[in-house]
């Protein structure tokens, strides 16, 4: 029997999120019902609003950075049970994909969904879920193999960053590029994901981690998650300024450098920062005209004479069922920094408030606590 719940919904182009009430049907075969307990306001959900849905039908229910309890489970599931706390994972491997079949489901090429079950009350239109997930809620259903169990003593408004900012910004340094030990790293954009890149790279052991951003406060914090160096790019030229810091007597740069803005020049910048051989590696959300320019053949700086390579960070390529555990309980030993990610605890009726804030730039991230 479908539920009564709340939703924060797009309803059309152009207009602010809106707090409205929804049904919630039961989960279907391999589904899971979950009642949301806490939801990060990820930069992507923002960015969904401003492409006006990027595609997706409206109604669209936005949030897709969720943790909470086990509610319902559909029929054929026997991984989970009612009260079993989870993290929500936006892409857990298909298994049916080219990637998949080839066992290298960290590249899959789709992820799993469950049908759309959650329905508008005033007129009963079927929404959308922004990345199959739908987590400003106070209730959604998903793939079962999507909901990751999380350890009883985990706490859950912590939890729900590692859903996407954490995975991706410390799945994007364990492997999507990979850090070695010793190796020097730039972060660009230090907010929930650069952050977390920072934190990756210092899991990794790199030997210089410097973070890139034109903030100060974010700066501030890029030291407290484990920035070894800051720039401030507002002030100075980031490509040059990493060069210097890491002038080796050949001519400097990074082993491996991070985009985490969105910001298509910061991709440039990512790979003029590189050492020869090094590699760059873009995770912000791209609009559909947005480009970069690569040099191929200067002899300092150019692409082929410097060896660079490009990589694209998708959620880290992340292995939800192995890796969100793991960032529990590196949390839980001490090693990642979740805390003083959370900047606000807000409720669902705060998302625009959430995503004025992230313009400001004063936040690393705004968590949505029910
Ligand atoms: N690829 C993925 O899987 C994935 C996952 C999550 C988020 N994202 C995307 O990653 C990006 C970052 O997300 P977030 O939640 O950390 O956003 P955020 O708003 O918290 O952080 C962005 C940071 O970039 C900084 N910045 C802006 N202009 C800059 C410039 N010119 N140089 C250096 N820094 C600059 C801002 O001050 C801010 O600190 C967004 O585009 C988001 O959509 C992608
Ligand atoms: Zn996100
Ligand atoms: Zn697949």
Known sequence: MAIQGQAVLLEEPGQPAVLRDVEIDDPGPGEVLIQIVASGVCHTDLTVKMLNG???????????????IVEKVGEGVDSLAPGDPVVIAYRAPCERCPACLRGDPRRCY??????????????????????????????????????????????LDRACLIACGVI???????????????????????????LSVIQ??????????????????KLEWAKNFGATHTVDASKTDPVAEVRRLTDDGWDGGV?????????????????KMLAYGGRATTIGFPAATDAVTLNLGDMATGVYWNKAGLNVCHCGDALPSSDFPLM??????GQLELDRMITRRI?????????????TGNVIRSVIVL
């Open 328 to 333: 529990a309980q590196l949390y839980l030993q």
């Open 168 to 194: 991706t910004g410390v799945g994007a340094a364990m492997h999507t590029a990979p850090v070695f030990a010793g190796a020097r790293v730039a972060v660009i954009g230090c907010g929930g994901v650069g």
């Open 347 to 359: 409720g669902l009726g705060d998302v625009e408030d959430a995503f004025h804030e992230m313009e």
């Open 110 to 155: 789709m992820a799993l969904r469950a049908k759309p079950r959650i329905r508008r009350t005033s007129d009963g239109a079927t929404c959308s879920q922004v990345l199959r997930c739908g987590t400003f809620a106070t209730h959604t259903v998903v793939h079962s193999k999507a909901a990751i169990k999380m350890p009883k003593e985990m706490p």
């Open 54 to 68: 990027n595609g997706m039908p409206f109604p669209i229910v936005l949030g897709h950075e969720g943790a909470g």
């Open 200 to 217: 990756g790279a210092r899991l990794c052991h790199a030997r210089q981690i410097i973070g890139v951003d034109v903030n100060p406060i």
């Open 255 to 271: 082993e491996f450098a991070y985009e985490a803005t969105g910001i298509p020049l910061c991709t440039e910048q990512a790979i």
